[in-house]
């Protein structure tokens, strides 16, 4: 809303804006939008052997068409959007499914639930990390012995290591951690959800499956669709866990590789092989564009339909 | 959220649903704790308990703190956690006043340039700022603030602020414009009304901030090992990772040592969550 | 006097360093304050980069052997260390992992080497009734007899890490296919291939190792194959020298080491003496002079001797003779007089260009020792990877 | 349409009894009004009714059958909720034919029955639209719609007018009250609004803290409130009580002296109490008239409110406490002015100690 | 105090006027009402008073003083939100205090001040509570006493009782009316409650699509609306309307035929119109007598509301539409009975085919 300002009198300067603004966007610029821009654009230049050279767009040509480059940057992409559909056919499915239990009506120790099955998201990636390997462990055994008490332990490998689990593994594992964000946005739309309206239903002769197909979901639509583009935007930044897990070689055989562990080795290298400021440079920059096109595309697509409603 | 029945619900209906939803999330819980809580059991553990039966809960030949005391002595424990509650709280205060203050202008009065900020608050929620990391390093150093807290607090505001300015945004948007008029036909200046009826209003909403902001903080290893990795200004979850590096074969070190680290994050979140189901629901995250 | 930092990735040596060696340092130059402040080693070659590109990083640099710290050299982040008197204490071949091309500047003090070889558990072999495998076959007979008894893992090794495979695995038992230095060296003068049969043959031998290693062993990582020999669950274990100092920590039982087998016996030996760590000045180091005369403390003989009984494994690359007490490094050193002496082939130029030789080696030994790969393949892609860049080889 | 019995029913939500035994007989057709102070629990009392809420004691029948642990489905019920509840995704239509829908109702069916119902309530033409885009009223016929295209035994309100604005509330009550009379189903709704209560009913519970406190027509409860509580509910301006004690009993006519010392009599059968007795009279604003014969009263005005036709005159009497006078709209009266008013003794209510009422002598036309 | 005087103010959000020229004058001490339909403008003018909202053109004078441009803090009025308002986080006293510690009022005087406004408004056992723990009535009181302790020249009240349920609505605005005669303070008052307009105002302004209809005295509005819609908006319930046509002109009396053919006299100058004119007749509910002399109509009773001491019929008239009157309650009308009443010529009213009401003949009582 606009502050009144007053014609007839000298209007002052709005010193308050600027209090109120400047601290928070000079840090704010400072320390992430310059250091940011910089970064991509040093994706326009070669800086190998010490001296920088302004080269254009070479870095990402290079980085789609050359052998060495194009191969690891779609397999990292692939992979990426393989981490992305777990989560999105997993982790928020659960998080619907936790948050709606947790919101059933008259639950007794909700909030001892709801705190413990947040606390994961709490934690370290560096403790998750190793929680689960120790867990998963052929050499400790717990897993093993699990299914075996089950009934399934020949079912058990090695998952984390194997080429074509890894990477289902280590998703999982990611899964498990952040279930909780959208269990806690869910859960907070659900509790919005006016009693009234689920009674209406109820009263309308709807079972409560059928209340919470036609009624509940369809209003915490706009949610899911917001925790999606959280989900999308932090998978295409995950880079903790698998380096956690499997370092930034990303293995076996890359099975692993992110874009964020792809851009890792590139930036900063690895072993004995040298970091490129300027094609890491090109990786984030193509990290960011990948992001956007997909945020764009979601809020173009989906988030135009759907409509958010008042209670 | 009214807990109205008596311990049993009366009709069996009832009864056979609420042990369903009950198990259900009982299942889920335990597959939530049971990582964690195999790590605190076997902290407690010798090593080749840990081994040989990794369930179990120490007993008296197996129980031992020998990986507590290893921690403790070997590493300054205590000067780690209080560098991650300092940087923590430091940086969450203030990502939560300045990005309540910018929410606030940016959401209350008009001025040019107005959307251009919002969008580029709202840009930094979708890159990660580890890709702009060299220039960060470099422009510490210029300022003379490498292996300095004030370097990572400076850091984490600039990484917590979008999401903040974002969430208290939507938030300060619900706040009844006739509180302001109110005021304002009270002679309250604009910092009076930002600060003395504003700003206890965010509550809720600060407190959900304040958890997602404080979660990737204190779990930071990347600014803590590239800012300030000496000894002075090292963080806890650094200090775990090098702890875990340097111990990866002495499980029961390791262990503690992670055992230790989760119990501050624990204090902070339970200090925090009553609030933030409060601020989830009163519509600054829809 | 002042401060030094010290920038290393060896966070294992953390606690002799601080009780130990600076103590020791201190007593002849007790002005000086020296702090070792380690990196884990995953992180180190990152993170040190951000640093010195900032200029905060310490005033020693623990180096990396070859192109690595070279690179740092370029960059003008080391010093050069040609007017460094201790460095007249070291051979040229002990320096030779920190020179320059055309040899003209030397960057590290060279500190230590390792060596690879076969660590045992003895009690193992006592109850088994076995004895100390000298060529390939009595080596997997070895192994099989273990299998058999299946109560141990016959080796103790993973992939889930790939540079165990590629350091403990193939430039292990692979100087006895390529014949040491002559083979290196052939390799980098383009005289040799990696498709030729010493290399595919290592791999070969590396794919028959698969059966004997633990269950699960593709997500076995460094830590769980040390964890699985010291708790006595495995009886042999394909290892460097360094781990000697955790495995006397840690193993409650004796312990005993021998070289990579050969073809058959009699035949010439090669092992692995890699120069692994050296260190160098920041370039931008406030606090030069006492830089150095750290530097040339640590060429001296008490300090070679401190270091190599502190950290047994790691054996001193300098010219003075000590005495090392440890049996088992003393039977690690003791191959340096039966044995020829060589080091990791891919370290030295191979590993400059795009893709990078090391990391292909990673993930190719470990895909081999998985099964995911032939080891005709892996030779192939590494053969491919080199010919791209490495002039010699086109 | 049905019949709807309630036997003894109770209702305690954890420690708190809610209801303390509610018995009422609800005859088919019949529009029956439950009325009382916030919290008494009329909402409560409604959702037990529809199956939402568990009954803890007691039975309840529909149409003679006990439905007491029944779904809300199957009771044949439909409910209208005071924030009419519509389902903000659906648009009207959909809204009303969610039901019918659920029940698994032919198409043509389901559309044939929405559009009817549309056409009764004149919001056929709105069918497309969210609830968002309707203005109050129009929601509030939605949600009738909703109810009636179910063809519901019973029709339960909880106030369905409150939330909308005084001339739209005074119009759709109208609407209501013809609704009821074209469908001849039975209601219960659910007010605080005296007023709607007093039109729209044929018979009124007056609900006081989970009890019942008196059942009857309007007329009835208006003229022979049981209890003073009842007697301030029904009638607006609320009426004006003053504290008395009883002078001289007897079976037609009582004679009351307020604390003043003034002696009024009214055509109030006081046998059953003694001289003595406090009691409280009750004057309804309405029945106190200016140029007065009997039972004379002087006070002094504060405050007139005048209202067009009529006006209000707030007369502070000296010693007694101030009384609300409901007059012609023709006067001239005004603050400060010095006013002398009466009340026929057939007008005057008197309740003793415990807020019951002594008998008033019924005229010709209160008697139904 | 003070007197407030508008000059033609303007208002216009980008491209839509809002008001179109607003003049008004308001005396020391008076009590004026605006009062319209939703969306006409209240709420805009009442913000541009206060100076929450920049007046677009027009000049704005209080107490002599022109104040356009002036802050709200300035113009030393107070204003109480629909919503209240209350800081939710401040307690009472806080709330009501918190304008005069921002001034840096003392200690002793902020307290001396918020005591005495609380005990006149009777919260001053209220004063630790937070808003929260108020009922909505007392809610609206410390809103009000926020406002009284500033001593503001000027009070602004919108819709200030619309959040109350009605029998609070009606003690609320009793205790208003007293207070103005007790501070004599300026005040300007919005509702849409158009018996609020009439009991509370010495001055009601009818605002119409953002402007001003008709400025006047509550009686004298309903007795002389200028327009039907004035007409309309003024008792209730609402004034009836039927087609008519001017049959015969005259300075005393005016004939005029209904749809139906019905020709009724009514006491009114039409000696501007002429026969055949198309003109609306208005009758008041309240105005039509059931034992009739003059002016006869016949028509159905469709619904019959009791209220007790009065009753309102819905009676349709063949050929003409369905009015609505409102008698005495001791009657016995039920649905379907034909009735026939009658209306004075001198309460007729009739608008022309603009909504201009002709000149009504002036009784006495209604001069002033
Ligand atoms: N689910 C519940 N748990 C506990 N107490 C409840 C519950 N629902 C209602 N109550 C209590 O029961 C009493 C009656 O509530 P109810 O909603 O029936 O009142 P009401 O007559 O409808 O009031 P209103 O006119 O304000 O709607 C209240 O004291 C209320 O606090
Ligand atoms: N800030 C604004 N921008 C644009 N139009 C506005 C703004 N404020 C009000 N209006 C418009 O001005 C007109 C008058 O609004 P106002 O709020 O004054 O009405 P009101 O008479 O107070 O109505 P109500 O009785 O519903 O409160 C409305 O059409 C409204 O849509
Ligand atoms: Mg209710
Ligand atoms: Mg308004």
Redesign the interface.
């Known amino acids: 809303m606009t502050q009144p300002n007053h014609p007839d009198e000298k209007k002052p300067f709005p010193w308050h804006l600027v209090i109120f603004l400047a601290p928070a966007l000079l840090i704010y610029v400072t320390f992430s939008v310059y250091p940011l821009l910089d970064t991509l654009f040093l994706s326009l230049f070669n800086t190998q052997d010490g001296n920088s050279t302004f080269v254009g767009l070479q870095n990402f040509i290079t980085l789609i068409t050359d052998d060495n480059w194009s191969h690891a940057f779609w397999n990292a992409l692939l992979n990426n959007f393989m981490f992305f559909a777990i989560h999105m056919v997993l982790q928020n499915p659960i998080g619907l499914l936790l948050a709606v239990l947790l919101s059933s009506p008259k639950l007794r120790l909700s909030g001892t639930y709801r705190t413990l099955i947040f606390m994961p998201t709490m934690l370290s990636v560096v403790i998750i990390g190793f929680v689960w390997q120790l867990l998963l462990s052929p050499i400790w055994g717990i897993s093993e012995e699990f299914l075996y008490n089950i009934g399934l332990g020949h079912y058990f490998d090695a998952w984390l290591g194997k080429e074509g689990s890894a990477l289902i593994t280590l998703s999982f594992i990611s899964v498990w951690q952040f279930v909780g964000i959208p269990m806690m946005l869910i859960y907070a739309t659900l509790l919005n959800i006016p009693d009234d309206i689920v009674d209406a239903g109820t009263v309308d002769g709807a079972n409560p499956l059928q209340t919470f197909w036609y009624i509940k979901l369809p209003l915490i639509l706009p949610t899911i669709a917001m925790v999606s583009i959280l989900t999308f935007v932090a998978n295409f930044n995950a880079f903790e866990l698998i380096y956690a897990v499997k370092g930034a070689l990303a293995g076996p055989n890359f099975s692993t590789d992110l874009m964020g562990t792809f851009f890792y080795r590139t930036f900063f290298g690895f072993q004995l092989q040298q970091g490129s400021a300027s094609m890491g440079a090109a990786v984030a920059t193509l990290m960011f564009l990948i992001i956007l096109v997909g945020v764009m595309l979601f809020l173009f697509f989906v988030q135009r339909r759907i409509q958010r409603f008042q209670f | ?6 311990f049993l ?3 069996p209906l009832n009864v056979s ?2 042990v369903t ?2 198990a ?3 299942a ?2 335990v ?3 049971f ?2 809580i ?2 605190i059991i076997n902290a407690f553990k010798t ?2 308990a840990i ?1 040989n039966d ?2 179990g809960l120490p007993d008296s030949d197996s129980f031992t703190l020998a990986g507590f005391q290893e921690v403790l002595l ?1 590493s300054d424990f205590g000067l780690y956690s209080w560098n991650s509650l300092v940087v923590t709280l430091l940086a969450v205060g203030l990502v939560l006043l ?2 309540a ?2 929410a ?3 959401t ?4 040019r340039g107005n959307f251009l ?1 919002a969008f ?2 709202a840009m ?18 210029e300022l003379d603030l ?2 300095t807290l004030t370097a990572l607090v ?2 984490y ?3 917590g ?2 999401l903040a ?1 974002y969430i208290l945004s939507e938030f300060v948007r619900t706040i ?4 302001t ?12 009304i ?1 600060f ?2 504003i700003l ?2 965010l509550k809720p909403a600060m407190a959900t901030v304040a958890v997602f902001t404080m ?1 990737p903080i ?2 930071d ?1 990347w600014f803590p ?2 800012l300030a ?3 002075e200004t090292r963080t806890i ?1 650094l200090g ?3 702890f ?3 111990y ?4 029961n070190s ?1 262990l503690s040592a ?1 055992t230790l ?2 119990v501050p ?2 204090i902070l ?2 200090i925090f ?1 009553r609030q ?2 409060r601020g ?2 009163s ?1 600054a ?2 | 006097a002042g401060t030094l930092n010290i920038e290393s990735w060896r966070s294992d040596d953390a606690n002799i360093w601080s009780d130990v060696i600076i103590p020791a340092f201190n007593k002849s130059h007790p002005d000086t304050t020296v702090y070792f402040t380690p990196t884990p080693p995953t992180q180190y070659n990152s993170a040190l980069q951000a640093k010195l590109q900032a200029g905060t990083a310490g005033d020693l640099i623990t180096c990396r052997p070859f192109d690595t710290s070279l690179t740092l050299f370029t960059s003008g982040y080391l010093d050069s260390l040609n007017d460094l008197k201790g460095l007249t204490e070291f051979s040229d071949v002990a320096k030779s992992a920190w020179v320059t091309d055309d040899g003209k500047d030397q960057f590290c003090l060279p500190m230590a080497s390792v060596i690879h070889g076969f660590i045992y558990n003895k009690e193992i072999f006592k109850e088994l009734n076995l004895s100390v495998p000298a060529t390939r076959d009595e080596f997997f007979s070895v192994l099989k007899t273990i299998k058999s008894e299946s109560r141990y893992s016959p080796l103790a090794m993973g992939t889930a890490d790939q540079w165990e495979s590629a350091t403990m695995g193939f430039q292990n038992i692979g100087p006895n296919y390529w014949k040491g230095e002559a083979g290196r060296k052939a390799l980098l003068e383009g005289k040799a291939k990696l498709t030729d049969e010493a290399y595919v043959n290592t791999w070969k031998e590396l794919a028959e190792w698969k059966p004997y290693l633990g269950r699960g062993f593709e997500a076995q990582k460094y830590s769980d194959s040390q964890n699985l020999f010291t708790l006595g669950r495995a009886a042999i274990y394909p290892a460097g020298s360094w781990d000697i100092q955790t495995f006397n920590n840690q193993a409650d039982f004796e312990f005993g080491a021998f070289p990579p087998p050969v073809t058959k016996s009699g035949d010439t030996c090669y092992i692995s003496d890699h120069t692994d760590i050296g260190i160098g000045i920041n370039a931008n180091s406030p606090n030069k002079a006492a830089a150095a005369e750290l530097l040339n403390w640590m060429a001296s003989q008490e300090f070679a001797e401190l270091f190599a009984n502190a950290v047994p494994g790691f054996f001193p690359l300098s010219n003075h003779k000590i005495a090392i007490k440890d049996p088992v490094a003393q039977e690690f050193i003791s191959w340096r007089d039966s044995c020829e002496s060589t080091i990791r082939n891919s370290y030295q130029i191979l590993s400059r260009g795009t893709p990078n030789l090391e990391n292909q080696l990673w993930n190719v030994s470990a895909q081999v020792i998985n099964g995911t790969m032939t080891p005709e393949a892996a030779a192939q892609e590494t053969q491919n990877g080199l010919e791209q860049w490495y002039a010699p080889q086109q | 349409m049905a019949s709807v019995k309630l036997n003894n029913i109770k209702k305690r939500f954890g420690d708190v009894d809610v209801l303390h035994g509610i018995d009422l007989d609800i005859k088919d057709g019949e529009f029956v009004v439950l009325i009382g102070e916030s919290g008494c629990g009329k909402s409560t009392l409604l959702r037990l009714l529809s199956g939402l809420e568990e009954i803890t004691a007691g039975d309840l029948y529909i149409d003679d059958e006990r439905v007491n642990g029944r779904s809300p489905a199957k009771r044949g019920i439909a409910m209208v909720f005071q924030s009419y509840a519509l389902y903000p995704h659906m648009n009207v239509f959909k809204n009303m034919a969610f039901g019918l829908k659920i029940a698994g109702k032919d198409k043509t069916f389901v559309n044939n029955k929405v559009v009817e119902a549309a056409k009764k309530l004149k919001i056929d033409h709105l069918l497309e639209r969210l609830p968002r885009e309707l203005s109050g009223g129009q929601r509030q016929r939605v949600a009738i719609g909703r109810a009636i295209v179910r063809d519901p035994k019973v029709f339960l309100f909880d106030e369905p007018l409150s939330n909308l604005d005084a001339s739209l509330r005074v119009q759709t009550r109208v609407e209501l009250g013809k609704l009821h009379q074209e469908l001849k189903a039975t209601v219960i709704y659910v007010t605080h609004d005296q007023v709607e209560a007093m039109t729209l009913g044929d018979k009124i519970v007056v609900m006081n803290q989970g009890r019942v406190e008196q059942v009857g027509s309007p007329l009835h409860l208006y003229h022979h409130p049981q209890t003073q509580f009842v007697a301030g509910f029904i009638g607006s301006p609320k009426m004006n009580f003053l504290n008395a004690k009883i002078s001289s009993v007897g079976k037609e006519n009582t004679q009351i002296m307020l604390e003043s010392g003034r002696v009024i009599s009214a055509s109030i059968d006081s046998s059953n109490s003694k001289a003595g007795d406090r009691v409280q009279i009750g004057l309804r604003p309405e029945h106190m008239s200016l140029p007065c014969k009997e039972n004379k009263i002087e006070g002094k005005v504060t405050l007139v409110e005048h209202l067009g036709e009529l006006s209000y005159l707030y007369v502070d009497i000296p010693k007694e406490g101030e009384l609300v006078l409901k007059i012609d709209g023709d006067n001239q009266y005004k603050a400060g002015d010095q006013v002398v008013f009466g009340i026929q003794p057939n007008n005057l209510y008197l309740f003793d100690s415990k807020g019951n009422a002594l008998t008033r002598l019924t005229t010709s036309l209160e008697a139904e």
């Open positions: 959220m009214k807990i109205v029945t008596g619900p009366s009709s649903k609420s939803v009950h259900i999330l009982m889920y819980t597959i939530a704790l990582p964690i195999v790590v090593r080749k081994f990794p369930l070997r300045l990005g203050m910018a606030w202008a940016l209350e009065y008009k001025f900020i580029l608050f930094g929620i979708m890159i990660p700022i580890r890709l702009g990391t060299v220039s960060i390093l470099s422009l510490m150093v490498a292996n400076l850091v505001i600039a990484q602020l979008p300015v009844p414009k006739e509180l008029e109110a005021a304002r036909c009270d002679a309250v200046s604009e910092y009076k930002f003395c009826i206890p209003l979660i204190w779990n290893l090992l590239i990795p000496g000894e979850t775990v990772q090098q875990v590096g340097q990866v074969t002495n499980w390791v992670l680290a989760i994050v624990l979140y339970t969550s933030l189901i989830l629901t519509g995250v829809k």
